[in-house]
Nanobody, 127 residues
Framework: QVQLVESGGGLVQAGGSLRLSCAAS????????VGWFRQAPGKEREFVAA??????????YYADSVKGRFTISRDNAGNTVYLQMSSLKPDDTAVYYC??????????????????WGQGTQVTVSS
C-alpha cells in the first residue's frame, strides 16, 4: 500500500513560483508512475503532469496548459516527487493532488489510471 502526502501549497501572486512535494511511503516507489492532478471549484479533476521510469531514466509528461511552466522531478531515491510551478496564473488555482499507479498505462492522463491518491494541497494564485 503506497501512501502519499503532499505539501508546499499556498498563496502566491501571479507570475510567482511554488514547489509542491509528494512524499511516498510503503513499497519501493522508484518504479511507480506518479502523476499530479488538480481540481478547481466546480470543475473536474484534471491531469497536470506525470513521471515514469523507462530504461533507467525518468520520462515526464505535461498537460498543454502547464508545459514550459511546470516541471515534475524526483529525488535520487525516487521517494519524493516534486512539481515546480513557475509563471503561475490565476487559472492555476486549484487543489493539487499527487497520485501513483502501480503500472504505466497509455491512459496516464486519466485519473482512473491511478491506484493511490494523496489528500491534496491548495494552491491559490492571486491576480
Amino acid at each position: 500500500q503506497v501512501q502519499l502526502v503532499e505539501s508546499g501549497g499556498g498563496l502566491v501572486q501571479a507570475g510567482g513560483s511554488l514547489r509542491l512535494s509528494c512524499a511516498a511511503s510503503g513499497p519501493p516507489f522508484s518504479n511507480v508512475v506518479v502523476g499530479w492532478f488538480r481540481q478547481a471549484p466546480g470543475k473536474e479533476r484534471e491531469f497536470v503532469a506525470a513521471s515514469r521510469r523507462s530504461g533507467g531514466i525518468y520520462l515526464s509528461y505535461y498537460a498543454d496548459s502547464v508545459k514550459g511552466r511546470f516541471t515534475i522531478s524526483r529525488d535520487n531515491a525516487g521517494n519524493t516527487v516534486y512539481l515546480q510551478m513557475s509563471s503561475l496564473k490565476p487559472d492555476d488555482t486549484a487543489v493539487y493532488y499527487c497520485a501513483a499507479a502501480s503500472r504505466y498505462s497509455s491512459t496516464y492522463r486519466l485519473k482512473e489510471s491511478y491506484d493511490y491518491w494523496g489528500q491534496g494541497t491548495q494552491v491559490t494564485v492571486s491576480s
